[in-house]
T-cell receptor
Framework: DTAVSQTPKYLVTQMGNDKSIKCEQN?????MYWYKQDSKKFLKIMFS???????INETVPNRFSPKSPDKAHLNLHINSLELGDSAVYFC??????????????FGEGSWLTVV | GNSVTQMEGPVTLSEEAFLTINCTYT??????LFWYVQYPGEGLQLLLK?????DKGSNKGFEATYRKETTSFHLEKGSVQVSDSAVYFC?????????????FGKGTLLTVNP
């Protein structure tokens, strides 16, 4: 069983469209994340949720809206897609925060291409 | 703020060569330190971690020691294999405001040739 699964894995869409990426974890963790990896492989946190509560919103444009219906799910909705949104988006989860040394488990990524 | 600086790649080695990837950090407190690995087309996997000074993390022949005096967490392996070819990321996280995020270095691409 995949611990952190996200769908779709590949997404090609036109500028201006709205799209969603779904994420589910079956590890029983209380914390979930979205990270963005750009074309140079640089990884940056977008959002962190702990027990469905938004903890970190790292200066992400408000076109990006995360939603956590329960502790096992964290979906990412993106409005009015722009070319610069093309990237790989990783969902992740952990039990407690990583500052305490807890391991963050990553999904396989969703490759978004905006044309 | 927190930051991680790691050796720029790409790094190309022959099989059985010794590997070092340097990583230094800036943090306001006492962070936990991590190395993650990303194989081609895949997500990130934890390679090893250390949560306090002088701790040594190890896994799959890789090692890194948390050096508070030099704010470093260099990754080493005595004899690399072709299967170690991947991108390696050094990262840190702190209790408090940064407890719920990893700050990553820019990644180092390692290619091991047979």
């Amino acid at each position: 069983d995949t611990a952190v699964s996200q769908t779709p894995k590949y997404l090609v869409t036109q500028m201006g469209n709205d799209k969603s990426i779904k994420c589910e974890q079956n590890l029983g963790h209380d914390t979930m994340y979205w990270y963005k990896q750009d074309s140079k492989k640089f990884l940056k946190i977008m959002f962190s949720y702990n027990n469905k509560e938004l903890i970190i919103n790292e200066t992400v444009p408000n076109r990006f809206s995360p939603k956590s219906p329960d502790k096992a799910h964290l979906n990412l909705h993106i409005n009015s897609l722009e070319l610069g949104d093309s990237a790989v988006y990783f969902c992740a989860s952990s039990q407690g925060g990583s500052g305490s040394g807890n391991t963050i488990y990553f999904g396989e990524g969703s490759w978004l291409t905006v044309v | 703020g927190n930051s991680v600086t790691q050796m720029e790649g790409p790094v190309t080695l022959s099989e059985e060569a010794f590997l070092t990837i340097n990583c230094t950090y800036t943090a306001t407190g006492y962070p936990s330190l991590f190395w993650y690995v990303q194989y081609p087309g895949e997500g990130l996997q934890l390679l090893l971690k250390a949560t306090k000074a002088d701790d040594k993390g190890s896994n799959k022949g890789f090692e890194a020691t948390y050096r508070k005096e030099t704010t470093s967490f260099h990754l080493e392996k005595g004899s690399v294999q072709v299967s170690d070819s991947a991108v390696y990321f050094c990262a840190l996280s702190e209790r408090g405001g940064s407890n719920y995020k990893l700050t990553f270095g820019k990644g180092t691409l390692l290619t091991v040739n047979p």
